[in-house]
T-cell receptor
Framework: DAKTTQPTSMDCAEGRAANLPCNHS???????VYWYRQIHSQGPQYIIH???NNETNEMASLIITEDRKSSTLILPHATLRDTAVYYC???????????????FGAGTQVVVTP | EAQVTQNPRYLITVTGKKLTVTCSQN?????MSWYRQDPGLGLRQIYY???????DKGDVPEGYKVSRKEKRNFPLILESPSPNQTSLYFC???????????FGSGTQLSVL
């Protein structure tokens, strides 16, 4: 099973901030949280990642709770082109033999409306 | 331009006819992996490779083979395709296993 839990879908008005939650309660101390998005059937695109501190880049901001059990991706001014499926991913490598494994989960379908 | 290149983009074949989907990256990445995507199921990992000559199974490896004889290439082989392997396939690479992934454009495979 995926190591993260995300809402199935959410709507956002164009120009408003979109806040996408993700629960990752089994995350270990050295694991980064990664966010990707997939527009229609294109290859997923990297958005941002973080470990403990909040992060910001030209695409989005990432807020990670102090206990690291959840995070929120923020799209500050959503546009119609931000309509996509957003995936939150963590790796929990208790077992070194599983370091290369990666589970995406179903993600959150975000629809930005005019 | 740094990229992950998959070929072909679309492929229609018949049951039992062996096929190979190629994946190549020009970024000298150590880690490469294959995923399939089916409606409502998200991306599921088929195989991954931590480096040359090192491959391992993901969550759905049945019916697939891979090889990693050189760093840049990671082909996906279907020895005897079946209709349940009709899917959208993505290849991805990253510098190391725990760094950000770069994805190819995908291969839409239909097995009749």
């Amino acid at each position: 099973d995926a190591k993260t839990t995300q809402p199935t879908s959410m709507d956002c008005a164009e120009g408003r901030a979109a806040n996408l939650p993700c629960n990752h309660s089994t995350i270990s101390g050295n694991e980064y949280v990664y966010w990707y998005r997939q527009i229609h059937s294109q290859g997923p695109q990297y958005i941002i990642h973080g470990l403990k501190n909040n992060e910001t880049n030209e695409m989005a901001s990432l807020i990670i709770t102090e206990d690291r059990k959840s995070s929120t991706l923020i799209l500050p001014h959503a546009t119609l082109r931000d309509t996509a499926v957003y995936y939150c991913i963590v790796r929990v490598p208790e077992d070194v033999d599983s370091w290369g494994k990666l589970q995406f989960g179903a993600g959150t379908q975000v629809v930005v409306t005019p | 331009e740094a990229q992950v290149t998959q070929n072909p983009r679309y492929l229609i074949t018949v049951t039992g006819k062996k096929l190979t989907v190629t994946c190549s990256q020009n970024m000298n990445h150590e880690y490469m992996s294959w995923y399939r995507q089916d409606p409502g199921l998200g991306l599921r990992q088929i195989y991954y490779s931590m480096n040359v000559e090192v491959t391992d199974k993901g969550d759905v490896p049945e019916g697939y083979k891979v090889s990693r004889k050189e760093k840049r290439n990671f082909p996906l082989i279907l020895e005897s395709p079946s209709p349940n392997q009709t899917s959208l396939y993505f290849c991805a690479s990253s510098p190391l296993w725990n760094e950000k992934l770069f994805f190819g454009s995908g291969t839409q495979l239909s097995v009749l």
